[in-house]
């Protein structure tokens, strides 16, 4: 099987931290320090993202995040069934 980066981690920012054996992309919390709520929806775009890794500052922004968009987030897993 063959991993692709998600489209939120294919700019040349995040690109140097994609893992393509694994399928995943490490980024360390200090490139994540000054992130928006727009640039953290955008990094998730065509990936996911593991709340249980993120630094602290950021984890209250992503459950608010899915909170919100919620009913999108349903219905877009529905589809992928």
């Known amino acids: 099987m063959a ?7 294919k700019g040349k ?14 980024i ?3 490139k994540l320090t000054n992130i928006t709520d727009q640039e953290l929806e955008l990094l998730e775009e065509g990936g996911m993202i593991d709340e249980d ?3 602290p500052h950021l984890k209250g ?7 919100t968009h919620r009913e999108y987030i349903d219905i877009l897993h529905m589809k992928n069934e």
């Open 3 to 9: 991993w692709a980066p998600g489209k939120g981690v």
């Open 13 to 26: 920012e995040w690109k140097d931290y994609w893992e393509v054996e694994l399928g995943v992309s490490y």
């Open 28 to 30: 360390p919390w200090n």
């Open 53 to 55: 890794t993120l630094p």
């Open 61 to 67: 922004k992503f459950l608010q995040f899915i909170h």
